[in-house]
C-alpha cells in the first residue's frame, strides 16, 4: 500500500524586505521524490517536483509573480480572471515554458497547448489528464451557467505514483465518479459559483482523495467540510485559499 506523507510549513519565498507575502507550504512523499505544494491563494497553487515548477491558475492579486520561481508548466482551467492572467504569465513564463489551456482560454494565451475535456498529454515531462468541470445548478440571471459544460477543465496531475487533481470551478459532477487513485484534491467550494459544503462533501466521497484541500473558498466555512466527512477516510487539509 502507498504511503502517503504530508506535513505543513511556512516558508517565505522571497525575503521579508521584498514585501512578498509568506505562504503555507506542504510536503507530500511520492514514489519519485517529494512534492512540495505551495498555497499561493485562491486558485492559484504552485508545485515543485524533481526540479520541475508547475503552476496552476496563476493570478497577481495573490502573489507578485516576478519573485516566485519560473514556470516549467503553467495550467489554467478557464478564462475567468480570477483564473487567467496574462500578467502573472508574463512574469512567470521563460521561453521553455509550457501553458496548458482550456479552449475558452486560447485567445487571451497565444500558443497555449489547448487541451479539452477527456484529453491527456503529456506536458513538461508530466502526465496532464483534463476533465470535465462545469455548473449544473448555479446559474446566472439569465438562466446560463456560470461555468457551462465543455469550457472548462479540471486537472490530474501525475506525480510519480502521486495523482493531484484541481477541480476547476464546478460542482459536484457525475463525471467525479471516474476519477480514480486520486491521492490529493482541490475541490473549490464558493457560492454562488462553485460548490456548497454539502455539494463539496459529496464531490469528495465520489473522488476519495486521501488528502483533500477545500480551495477558492471565499466566504464559505471550510470547518464545515470537516465536519461533513467526520468518518470518512479523507484528510481535510484548511489552507489560507480564500
Given at each position: 500500500?502507498?504511503?502517503?506523507?504530508?506535513?505543513?510549513?511556512?516558508?517565505?519565498?522571497?525575503s521579508s524586505a521584498s514585501?512578498?507575502?509568506?505562504?503555507?507550504?506542504?510536503?507530500?512523499?511520492?514514489?519519485?521524490?517529494?512534492?512540495?505544494?505551495?498555497?499561493?491563494?485562491?486558485?492559484?497553487?504552485?508545485?515543485?517536483?524533481?526540479?520541475?515548477?508547475?503552476?496552476?491558475?496563476?493570478?497577481?492579486?495573490?502573489?507578485?509573480?516576478?519573485?516566485?520561481?519560473?514556470?516549467?508548466?503553467?495550467?489554467?482551467?478557464?478564462?475567468?480572471?480570477?483564473?487567467?492572467?496574462?500578467?502573472?504569465?508574463?512574469?512567470?513564463?521563460?521561453?521553455?515554458?509550457?501553458?496548458?489551456?482550456?479552449?475558452?482560454?486560447?485567445?487571451?494565451?497565444?500558443?497555449?497547448?489547448?487541451?479539452?475535456?477527456?484529453?491527456?498529454?503529456?506536458?513538461?515531462?508530466?502526465?496532464?489528464?483534463?476533465?470535465?468541470?462545469?455548473?449544473?445548478?448555479?446559474?446566472?440571471?439569465?438562466?446560463?451557467?456560470?461555468?457551462?459544460?465543455?469550457?472548462?477543465?479540471?486537472?490530474?496531475?501525475v506525480f510519480g505514483?502521486?495523482?493531484?487533481?484541481?477541480?476547476?470551478?464546478?460542482?459536484?459532477?457525475?463525471?467525479?465518479?471516474?476519477?480514480?487513485?486520486?491521492?490529493?484534491?482541490?475541490?473549490?467550494?464558493?457560492?454562488?459559483?462553485?460548490?456548497?459544503?454539502?455539494?463539496?462533501?459529496?464531490?469528495?466521497?465520489?473522488?476519495?482523495?486521501?488528502?483533500?484541500?477545500?480551495?477558492?473558498?471565499?466566504?464559505?466555512?471550510?470547518?464545515?467540510?470537516?465536519?461533513?466527512?467526520?468518518?470518512?477516510?479523507?484528510?481535510?487539509?484548511?489552507?489560507?485559499?480564500?
Open positions: 500500500m502507498r504511503t502517503l506523507v504530508c506535513c505543513l510549513i511556512v516558508v517565505a519565498l522571497a514585501g512578498q507575502r509568506v505562504f503555507e507550504r506542504d510536503t507530500i512523499a511520492t514514489s519519485q521524490g517529494p512534492l512540495e505544494i505551495t498555497f499561493v491563494g485562491h486558485a492559484s497553487v504552485m508545485f515543485r517536483w524533481q526540479n520541475k515548477v508547475v503552476h496552476v491558475d496563476p493570478v497577481t492579486r495573490e502573489a507578485d509573480y516576478a519573485q516566485l520561481p519560473k514556470a516549467d508548466l503553467v495550467l489554467i482551467t478557464h478564462e475567468h480572471r480570477d483564473h487567467l492572467d496574462t500578467l502573472a504569465l508574463r512574469q512567470m513564463c521563460t521561453p521553455s515554458t509550457v501553458v496548458g489551456v482550456s479552449e475558452a482560454c486560447k485567445e487571451g494565451v497565444p500558443g497555449g497547448v489547448i487541451l479539452r475535456n477527456g484529453d491527456v498529454d503529456t506536458l513538461a515531462g508530466l502526465r496532464i489528464e483534463a476533465v470535465p468541470a462545469y455548473n449544473i445548478l448555479h446559474q446566472r440571471e439569465n438562466g446560463q451557467p456560470f461555468h457551462p459544460r465543455g469550457r472548462g477543465n479540471g486537472y490530474v496531475i505514483d502521486t495523482r493531484v487533481y484541481l477541480a476547476g470551478d464546478t460542482e459536484d459532477i457525475p463525471e467525479m465518479a471516474e476519477l480514480r487513485d486520486i491521492s490529493v484534491a482541490f475541490l473549490p467550494m464558493n457560492l454562488p459559483y462553485t460548490m456548497t459544503p454539502e455539494m463539496a462533501a459529496h464531490a469528495a466521497r465520489m473522488v476519495k482523495p486521501k488528502v483533500l484541500y477545500p480551495y477558492h473558498y471565499g466566504r464559505s466555512d471550510p470547518n464545515q467540510l470537516v465536519e461533513l466527512l467526520q468518518g470518512e477516510k479523507i484528510e481535510v487539509r484548511i489552507r489560507q485559499m480564500r
